[in-house]
């Protein structure tokens, strides 16, 4: 990415993805719209900085599920959760923050069938 040099903007945003299950599934870093399961082709967009704020994971279908989590930069996967588990109706809060920039994707999955549905807040730094 290079470094900015022109005006740009900072906003905060939220974002979903309803019914995660054991497909991967990307987040979707364009202001607030809903990701949909399954789809892993969604990357933070060129000359973005993205600061991941909190994902909220909440499992729907009353059966225990277990979160993994990674971010890409189109070569190489780092992980970040790895099959953290979460009960039958529970929730999973991770509040740590990190920072992607253009061209990095981040995916989350169940390691098994499930249901699982996901909330996240970010910052959206656009030099574009």
């Known amino acids: 990415m290079a470094y900015p040099t022109g005006s740009g903007s900072e906003l905060l945003y939220r974002g979903t993805i309803h019914a995660l299950s054991n497909v991967g ?8 719209s809903i990701g949909a399961a399954g789809t892993s082709s969604y990357v933070v967009p060129a000359h973005h900085i993205i600061t991941i704020l909190s994902i909220i ?3 729907e279908g009353n059966a ?15 992980y970040f959760l790895d099959h953290q588990e979460i009960g039958a109706r529970g929730t999973f809060v991770w509040n740590d923050k990190f920072v992607l920039v253009g061209g990095d994707k981040l995916v989350v999955t169940l390691a098994d ?7 996240f807040s970010y910052i ?5």
């Open 124 to 128: 959206d730094q656009d030099w574009s």
């Open 113 to 119: 069938a499930g249901n699982t549905d996901v909330y």
């Open 25 to 32: 599934s990307s987040f979707r870093f364009d202001n607030g």
């Open 64 to 78: 225990a599920s277990r979160i993994k989590m990674y971010v890409s930069d189109g070569s190489s996967g780092l």
């Open 57 to 59: 994971f909440t499992e």
